[in-house]
């Protein structure tokens, strides 16, 4: 599927451009209804004053009329400028929200990069949630946004699926309501339907494995929720048992995973300050009556080791799906570890989606809590956002004091990493076994958060924490790196780098 959309977006691109194609408002919008929807979790404050915002921890004042298409601080950046979410913001008024969409409408004519279907999804949603709650009736603003989800239902991202595929569903779902419109809804439902049968795994957690999208997937299904239960006569209440029963997997899932201090891994493509916090989307399901059912983590391939001294989160699945594994990163076998509610040994994060060195780094198997074998990544992540040999994981052994695991990422040398989490109240022990393939010089890394100060003392490193013994290991050293966990924002902190042969014990204990 997503090579022939691919291939009819291009060719339809060259026919459009030939043509001198244009998207235009109609002269006439079936009336919007009357809506109920108060805030569900307010936005992030990104809207500072005037034209002036921030995002991604880089604020931009444009002294005047803003250009919505600005790429002066990256594509993510643009996107989050067209998303409006900051419609959602606390203490932005009726009439700020109203001067920033007519001053959208303005630049219309020179709008690209905003009216690509990703943005416009999140778009059509802020608007629906905002024109909502104040009872905005606009007729300018009605055929705008009817010509808006004309847009997106002529360019539904069939050609990349994923998140972006059900953020398309959910903004034609709030179009619908908006309009009251039977066949916008029937295409949102052919996509929301079909999408969260698949996407949404049977332990709850999100098939591209990241806990940052797994928060922004279940945020928008609760928006949805909340819209259909306020609402009960607009299309889309026979899809509200599903939302449901999805909304509470997931729910139960983000108890699972997340620390006791309310924090999630940063698995894969995560960052903090994006999505919606645990704690706020825990709040906004009991709102909604969705509780949460209890969850064994099974499918998406993590695990949370809970002790009375620590918490222990291991990613031992595959990078995500085959088809799209954009936001997946060479982590197979790495794991978080929390001490007395306090993070200790950290995965980086991410700081950038830019197609740079940093973002290369960041999705490398050197940025990450396992073993590298030479110079070979575990998962061949290129491109930003690409993905060609890639590990696949299996659980071996699992029982309350151990979790054995394998993956076959280095299977091109005929070699593959084992490794086995054992583990009791005051102590974990870690081996790694390289096997197959001959000998191979290997090397496990354990990056720290950046408040943990690392001693070494021959093969023992102590810190004010807990301490760390490698048995088997060739060298030891303490390295800095640069730390990321937010957009655009990096603190120094201190790594492992531990160089063995074959087999490498380490022992974390208190």
Same mark, same amino acid.
């Given at each position: 599927m997503q090579i022939r959309y691919r291939i009819f977006y291009f060719l339809r691109r060259k026919w459009r451009r030939w043509t001198g194609f244009k998207y235009i408002p109609p002269e006439l919008v079936p =009336?919007?209804?009357?809506?109920?929807? @108060?805030?569900?979790? =307010?936005?992030?404050? @990104?809207?500072?004053?005037?034209?002036?915002?921030?995002?991604?921890? &880089?604020?931009?004042?444009?002294?005047?009329?803003?250009?919505? #298409?600005?790429?002066?601080?990256?594509?993510l950046w643009t996107y989050n400028l067209n998303y409006f979410e900051y /419609?959602?913001? =606390?203490?932005?008024?009726?009439?700020?929200?109203?001067?920033? +969409?007519?001053?959208f409408l303005d630049d219309w004519e020179n709008l690209h990069t905003g009216i690509e279907p990703f943005p416009t999804s999140l778009r059509i949603v802020s608007w629906v949630k905002f024109l909502a709650e104040h009872q905005i009736g606009d007729e300018r603003i009605q055929r705008f946004l009817w010509l808006q989800i004309e847009v997106l239902s002529d360019n539904l991202e069939y050609h990349l699926l994923g998140n972006h595929l059900l953020e398309n569903g959910f903004a034609l779902l709030f179009g619908a309501a908006w309009f009251s419109d039977s066949? +916008?809804?029937?295409? *949102?439902?052919?996509i929301l339907a079909p999408e969260l049968a698949e996407q949404i795994l049977p332990d709850g957690g999100h098939f591209e494995r990241s806990p940052m999208y797994h928060c922004l997937i279940l945020n928008r299904l609760l928006d949805a929720i909340h819209l259909l239960k306020n609402n009960p006569t607009v299309p889309g209440r026979e899809l509200l048992p599903l939302f &449901?029963?999805? *909304?509470?997997?997931?729910?139960?899932?983000?108890?699972?995973?997340?620390? *006791?201090?309310?924090? /999630?891994p940063l698995f894969n493509d995560s960052a903090r300050g994006v999505a919606p916090a645990? @704690?706020?989307l825990l709040a906004y399901a009991k709102r909604l009556d969705i509780s949460g059912t209890k969850t064994n983590l099974e499918e998406s391939?993590?695990?949370?080791?809970?002790?009375?001294?620590?918490?222990?989160?291991?990613?031992?699945? $595959?990078?995500?799906? $085959?088809?799209? =594994?954009?936001h997946a990163h060479s982590d197979t076998l790495s794991f978080e570890l929390h001490i007395r509610q306090q993070p200790f040994i950290i995965d980086p994060g991410i700081s950038t989606y830019e197609k740079n060195e940093r973002r290369q780094w960041e999705r490398s198997t050197a940025a990450h809590n396992t073993v590298q074998l030479g110079a070979l990544e575990q998962t061949e992540v290129w491109g930003g956002f690409r993905v060609a040999g890639r590990a696949h994981a299996r659980i071996l052994e699992e029982s309350e004091f151990e979790i054995r695991a394998t993956h076959d990422g280095y299977r091109r040398i005929g070699a593959r990493h084992e490794r086995t989490f &054992?583990? #009791? #109240?005051?102590?974990?022990l870690i081996i790694d076994e390289v096997k197959g393939g001959g000998k191979h010089a290997a090397k496990a890394r354990f990056h720290f958060h950046p408040s943990v100060n690392a001693t070494l003392k021959n093969f023992t490193v102590e810190t004010d924490f807990w301490s760390l013994h490698?048995?088997?290991?060739?060298?030891?050293?303490?390295?800095?790196?640069?730390?990321?966990?937010?957009?655009?924002?990096?603190?120094?902190?201190?790594?492992?780098?531990?160089n063995f042969r074959q087999t490498l014990q380490t022992t974390i204990y208190k």
């Open positions: =009336p919007s209804g009357k809506l109920s929807f @108060s805030a569900g979790i =307010p936005a992030y404050t @990104s809207w500072l004053e005037g034209s002036r915002f921030k995002f991604l921890n &880089q604020e931009k004042d444009f002294s005047g009329a803003v250009p919505w #298409d600005f790429d002066g601080h990256g594509r /419609l959602l913001q =606390p203490g932005l008024s009726k009439e700020q929200g109203l001067k920033l +969409i007519n001053g066949g +916008i809804y029937r295409k *949102a439902k052919g &449901q029963r999805k *909304a509470t997997s997931m729910v139960g899932w983000l108890r699972e995973m997340q620390f *006791a201090n309310g924090e /999630l645990p @704690s706020q391939g993590y695990r949370m080791i809970r002790r009375k001294n620590y918490e222990l989160a291991i990613d031992a699945g $595959d990078v995500g799906p $085959d088809y799209i =594994p954009g &054992q583990f #009791d #109240d005051t102590r974990i490698f048995a088997g290991a060739e060298k030891v050293e303490v390295l800095e790196y640069e730390c990321g966990g937010e957009y655009n924002k990096l603190t120094s902190a201190k790594k492992l780098v531990v």
